[in-house]
């Protein structure tokens, strides 16, 4: 449990410094990361699907559109992304595949790709506000970490995104809209920065 806490501790810390190279992410994220992207698809789509259709949870889409430095819609953008379930983990115990719900899209002439997914819950006694972790990779500036949040979770206080703020990274923040079926959608526009995370 606490080599878990620790390890969560690290990812976070890399998120809040995303946009500034602080400090590498350390090997065993790494590692994680090198291990997800075994299952990543020959071929990638601007749609595609993170969570099963039956997995449990709210279902949720999410939308972005990816702009480059210039502010134009940035095309063939790889997006990799990866969440929590409905209970706040990533996977089960002792899984090889550290992060179950995953999914890779590319983005489409304008910039645009989309996910359906479920809506993440935060970690179990934690207050940090959900999330999905994605990653950009780009030709001109290398991979480029971000958390895309939601404007309404409770957790997402000013305090709470002050601190984030203080450490360099404001976050990404979508208002999130209910469809009659219960749908949740949420938009991101996503700016490529000068320089990659890792």
Known sequence: MRTHYRLLLTIV???LTAGRL???????FLRMWKTAQQARPSSLTPVSR??????PGIPLVVRGVVLDRDGRPA???EVFAYHTDAGGSYAPPGSVDPWRLKGWAVTDTNGRFEFRTIRPAPYPGREIPAHIHATLTTRCCGRQFDDLMFDDDPLATRAYRDRFAAAGENGLYGSVTRAVDGTEEVSYTIRIREQGNF
Do not use: H, L, T
């Open 13 to 15: 810390a890399f998120a």
């Open 22 to 28: 602080i400090a590498q992410p350390d090997e065993r």
């Open 50 to 55: 993170i969570a099963a259709e039956r997995e």
């Open 75 to 77: 095309a063939n953008v």
